[in-house]
């Protein structure tokens, strides 16, 4: 899409939306469902193993795309946190941004530590790189009963990678580009968790420029046609049952109208990869996979770009008429083969946007097409995003917006997977796709895999642990929790458990099993044996983060900016809550401090400046952070607090050997500066 962060996430549908055999009670005819959950295209409906048509609807949630090569907001959010609110919101489906440089990167084995991740927030993510993290994300969606979607968003990691035309680009080349789609595509070929590979993203550009995507029956390498109907061949080559989902390009020759003319008016212009208009005399051809083809258009309204179709009196009418039908919606009405939107969304201004995002959710709701929405992350540009820009609560307005076309049945969110529920094992917002299609599974008695990646953080009396997920033919529907070889909890439902009231500097050693919906057990986890801290240690309820905004440290303002987060499993008040930044005065003169923004609001921190009585390593002073109220959840943030600090002669302060001080970049955990609960020390270590 347009954004200067960009990926747009895809509304489920509705019961009234589904289409008749989906709506069946599951009372109907049974029959056995799929063993897996692969897809198919029925002319214009996307069908399961048995011929029943699905509704896929879901959102996009960008990052591996871009620079930072991983989701966006886990500086801030839990993931699996966020997974889980997917998909007990009724998102089905989640589209992923990622670029050819990460999947070259991959394949190369290139597998550094991820950056920028919170790893209190998310401590089963530390040291991980980010193919780690995505796999294991992987397991967290089958979980939950998602399914993913993979999206060449762009041939280089970056945040503006989308901006570039076409899917080549310096290094990356066509070939490569395809070798990209092969190496992920056998990596997940055997993981029905994956379903669908969308080729590239938003191919575009005007007739006269240079790269720019055409859509003819050329092999000409910017032949967008022919590209995606090579990678999709490629792809499906390796495994012949994954969808493959083509997008538009920007412009098309009118009737008579050669690529080479120079004339803007002979050519039809459309949203990039909104335009597939060349599909109807050229269509993609998968040879004997073309039931795996879905096309897949993006559609934006007027705070994207003011396209002309916006100007005057336009409503619903006049944009299927003029935009829709012959850009795309006659490849659906003509039962061509299945749409799938993309990408679309936006801010819900109250005037032509949300007129705009009204008529399209009409139109979805009303046709039962698939989508995603853009898309989950707030931090992209022109849309907004379905989280707020806390990253851990929902912008409930958009979301009640979006709510009506998620797939639902009987006030139940409907899951592509036909063992397990949206939401999980005893969610209870959705139901599976056998309970939707009344289809009947058989009787179970194969036992889930053993749990594995089990790791743990401690503190004196307490160890929390965290494992990946266990995988089953059914679903897992719990774990059981061993402590040196003695049940100590079952049926737990996540992947992480905390045990209390531990002795202090003690060795325990943990076993995890998984247990499936039939009873059957796995065998146990590999051990691990946990040593609780050894008194005086502090608590580890809270992690600070800190990154410093300058670069100077010969100057006259300090300038630290913090981040709180509950690294606990219990809820901390905020009012309880102080910080303190160590350093020196070099001089005599008194200190003040500014809080210059605060994502809880400067008006909720209090700061005070306090001078020692005698010099400490690096401090004869402390900058002190207090809240006036709020409180913070296992696993949240206060955001960014950004502070800044001056003498009253504006004399300079030199930082190099200040207790608290660091260099400047992104955020990292700061044991240099101590965090308190009601004045016991629960993070860091102060100065001696």
């Not at 959950?37 to 879901?58: C, E, F, M, S, Y």
């Not at 981040?563 to 070099?586: A, C, P, Q």
């Not at 006036?628 to 504006?650: F, I, M, N, Y």
Request: with cysteine; hydrophobic share 35%.
């Amino acid at each position: 899409m347009l954004l200067g962060l960009t990926l747009v996430a895809a509304p489920a549908l509705t019961a009234s939306a589904a289409p008749a055999r989906a709506q069946e009670s599951p009372r109907a005819a049974v029959i056995a469902p799929p063993q897996d959950d692969w897809l198919h295209a029925n002319g214009n409906q996307i069908v399961d193993g048995a011929g029943k048509p699905v509704r896929l609807t879901g959102v996009n949630w960008f990052g591996f795309n871009t620079s930072e090569r991983v989701f966006h907001g886990l500086w801030t959010a839990n993931l699996e946190t966020v997974t889980r609110q997917m998909a007990q919101r009724g998102i089905n489906i989640v589209r992923v941004p990622i670029s050819t440089q990460l999947l070259l990167e991959w394949q190369a084995g290139n597998l550094s530590p991820a950056t920028g991740i919170n790893t209190a927030a998310n401590p089963e993510l530390s040291g991980m790189s980010t193919l780690q993290i995505f796999d294991y994300w992987l397991d967290l969606c089958a979980q939950y009963g998602l399914k993913v979607m993979l999206d060449v968003h762009s041939a280089e990691a970056d945040n503006a990678g989308h901006v570039y035309p076409v899917w080549w680009k310096g290094s990356i080349t066509p070939e490569k580009f395809y070798q990209a789609w092969e190496w992920v595509t056998a990596r997940y070929k055997g993981n029905d968790t994956v379903v669908a590979m969308d080729v590239k993203n938003e191919p575009h550009g005007k007739f006269d420029e240079s790269p720019r995507a055409k859509w003819d029956g050329s092999t000409d390498t910017d032949n967008f046609k022919n590209t995606c109907q090579t990678a999709g061949q490629r792809i499906l080559a390796i495994n012949p049952r994954v969808l493959i989902l083509c997008e538009g390009i920007e412009t098309y020759p009118k009737d008579g109208t050669s690529w080479g003319s120079t004339d803007p008016k002979a050519f039809y212009s459309d949203w990039w990869g909104g335009n597939l208009r060349g599909a109807k005399d050229h269509p993609v051809d998968l040879g004997a996979h073309q039931s795996q083809l879905v096309y897949s258009p993006h559609d934006y309204g007027p705070l994207v770009y003011q396209q002309p179709w916006f100007e005057g009196d336009w409503n619903r009418e006049t944009l299927e008429r003029d935009v829709w039908d012959p850009n795309w919606l006659y490849l659906h009405k003509e039962n061509t083969a299945p749409l799938l939107i993309g990408e679309w969304g936006g801010y819900l201004d109250g005037g032509p946007n949300e007129k705009w995002m009204t008529a399209l959710r009409g139109l979805i709701e009303d046709e039962g097409l698939s989508h995603s929405f853009w898309c989950l992350n707030p931090n992209s540009g022109d849309t907004g995003g379905l989280l707020n820009s806390d990253w851990t609560t929902w912008d409930e307005k958009k979301y009640a917006f979006l709510k009506p076309v998620l797939w639902q049945q009987q006030g139940k969110f409907v899951s592509l997977d036909h063992q397990v529920p949206l939401g999980g094992e005893g969610s209870t917002t959705g139901i599976s796709l056998s309970e939707a299609t009344g289809q009947s599974p058989g009787p179970d008695t194969e036992p889930p895999t053993a749990p594995t990646g089990l790791s743990a953080t401690s503190t004196t009396n307490r160890v929390t642990l965290n494992w990946h997920p266990a995988t089953d033919n059914a679903r897992v529907t719990g774990y059981d929790v061993y402590r040196d070889g003695t049940k100590i909890a079952g049926s737990v439902t996540g992947t992480t458990y905390t045990d209390r009231d531990l002795a202090a500097d003690t060795a325990y050693r943990y076993t995890v099993k998984a247990r499936d919906a039939a009873g059957n057990v796995s065998p146990a986890s590999v051990p691990l044996t946990v040593t609780t801290q050894e008194p005086g240690v502090p608590s580890g309820d809270l992690t600070v983060l800190y990154r410093s905004n300058d670069d100077t440290t010969r100057d006259n303002a300090l300038r630290p900016h913090l981040r709180v987060v509950n690294s606990g499993d219990r809820t901390v008040d905020l009012r309880n809550v102080t910080v303190r930044y160590w350093f020196t005065r070099d001089g005599e003169a008194p200190v003040n401090a500014w809080c210059d923004f605060a994502t809880v609001g400067c008006a909720n921190v209090k700061l005070s400046v306090k001078s020692l009585s005698e010099q400490l390593d690096g401090a004869d002073s402390y900058l002190e952070v207090s809240f006036t109220g709020g409180s913070l959840e296992p696993g949240a943030s206060t955001g960014d607090v950004q502070l800044r600090a001056s003498k009253t002669d504006w004399s300079n302060f030199d930082e190099t050997d200040d207790y608290s001080h660091g260099p400047s970049g992104d955020y990292a955990d700061a044991p240099r500066i101590p965090a308190y609960v009601s004045g016991g020390l629960a993070w860091g270590n102060e100065p001696r």
